[in-house]
């Protein structure tokens, strides 16, 4: 059992899941500083390339909700070890990708990788440490779900600076590859599996409806009917989905836990501050690329305080919660988010770097005091046996939320004549969204659960 592990074993399990899924998240984002390279390099517009993020965070949601069945129906070991696998073969395939084509598939075979693999380190970590210390490993696994994605591209453009972006795929095999090794002689298995079917009708459903609404936000700038048919039915999928779930003796993704309010609502404020990290880091180097002309390894070095800073304030909000609740962690975190709005908001060519690196780390440091905090909450009232569908869930949630986000603002940015108008626009879209999370937590705070 997890509760009998050893202080050894439990080190290693930490370590292997910690470590890989932050190369996972971290190559999420790696392809943020590279868009502009790759839009050139493969002749394509911004709206296809973008697509190699987006792309990635959809089959993230689409393939997360599998994690929990998969969890229950193999060993861990077996899930870990063939997760990491997947994740191997999608980044040999982009290290010798000749075309758009194959390093989209390239992208989604990591993507197929990190939709699981997320949701296992996250239940792992729940499952083997003890009630009382889950605001403390909550807070590392926090770390690295912020941490992974804000590191990504200044990793990408201290590489694209010195290589081709082929070099985003090959330089990090070696690692994932080690891990694998590792892995496969020292890493234990904890768990027994169940007689666990998985819903065919419950996959392509979940499929359907999120690919089709997701799709729909571009398909809106060619044809407005068409995409409003797509978002229509995709929808529609969506809706039959989720009443599904209700009638299922074991759903594929138990979405009656959205019942408890402690998590339906904390797992929403940590989608909208996910949307808001997403998005933001997403539009920024593309702004100082593609507007300031600076390079993707300036672009990089631009939002590496900022990573460093969410890092740090995650691990430290986590140990703070363990004592103090979500409170002052998360109001004071949504109120460092809008200060750090206001030069955003009014961005253009003569605003200097230095301006655009310090308003970028406030609001990464505001992000990682409300992140680790809504998750730890989040979790607080959900049952053990419940924690993987929890996790999917809240995972789920948070792929498919950054990818709207991360579209809609490529959308908005790319809309306008003006660049700079259209990164104006996107900003103010993240102001509403921080709007929208400060109103949920204060109902949270206002109207707590009774007991």
């Not at 599904?244 to 339906?264: A, D, G, H, N």
């Amino acid at each position: 059992m997890p509760s009998e592990m050893s202080t050894h074993k439990r080190t290693i399990v930490t370590a292997l899941v910690l470590i890989s899924t932050f190369f996972n998240l971290a190559s999420q984002t790696m392809m943020v500083t590279a868009l502009p390279v790759i839009q050139h390099t493969l002749h394509v517009s911004l709206t296809s390339a973008q697509w190699l993020t987006t792309g990635y965070m959809l089959l993230i949601g689409i393939v997360t909700p599998l994690s929990s069945n998969l969890y229950d129906k193999y060993t861990n070991r077996q899930v870990f070890l063939t997760t990491t696998a997947v994740f191997i073969l999608g980044t040999l395939l982009g290290s010798f990708a000749t075309n758009f084509g194959m390093l989209l598939t390239a992208r989604l075979l990591q993507a197929c990788a990190g939709g699981i693999l997320m949701s296992f380190q996250m239940t792992t970590m729940v499952t083997i440490y003890p009630a009382e210390k889950r605001g403390t490993v909550l807070g590392m696994s926090g770390l690295v779900i912020a941490s992974g994605p804000a590191i990504g591209p200044t990793i990408a453009g201290l590489i694209l600076n010195y290589f081709d972006w082929h070099y985003l795929f090959t330089l990090i095999l070696p690692f994932i590859i080690l891990i694998w090794l590792i892995a496969y002689f020292v890493f234990p298995n904890y768990s027994k599996r169940r007689a666990v079917r998985i819903d065919l009708l419950s996959v392509l459903l979940s499929l359907a409806g999120s690919s089709l609404t997701l799709a729909s936000l571009t398909v809106f700038q060619q044809s407005f009917m068409f995409g409003l048919i797509m978002l229509i039915a995709g929808l529609g999928f969506l809706t039959i989905f989720t009443r599904r779930q209700f009638s299922l003796t074991e759903p594929m993704l138990r979405v009656s836990l959205l019942k408890l309010r402690s998590f339906r609502m904390l797992t929403f404020i940590g989608v909208f501050a996910f949307m808001v990290l997403i998005g933001t880091e997403q539009i920024i180097p593309i702004f100082v690329e593609n507007i300031a002309g600076l390079s993707s390894m300036h672009a990089g070095l631009i939002l590496l305080p900022g990573a460093v800073a969410n890092a740090l304030f995650a691990a430290l909000a986590g140990r703070y919660y363990d004592t103090h609740g979500p409170k002052v962690l998360i109001s004071t975190g949504i109120f460092l988010m809008l200060l750090a709005t206001i030069p955003f908001i009014t961005i253009s060519v003569q605003t200097p770097i230095w301006l655009i690196t310090c308003a970028y780390m406030l609001r990464m440091i505001g992000n990682a005091l409300v992140f680790s905090p809504a998750m730890s909450e989040a979790f607080k009232d959900v049952a053990l046996p419940h924690i993987s569908h929890a996790t999917a869930l809240n995972n789920t949630f948070r792929q498919v939320a950054a990818s709207v986000s991360v579209t809609l603002m490529i959308v908005i940015a790319d809309s306008p004549s003006s660049f700079v108008t259209g990164t104006r626009l996107a900003i103010w879209f993240t102001v509403l969204i921080l709007i929208i999370m400060g109103t949920l937590f204060h109902s949270y705070l206002k109207y707590p659960a009774k007991k």
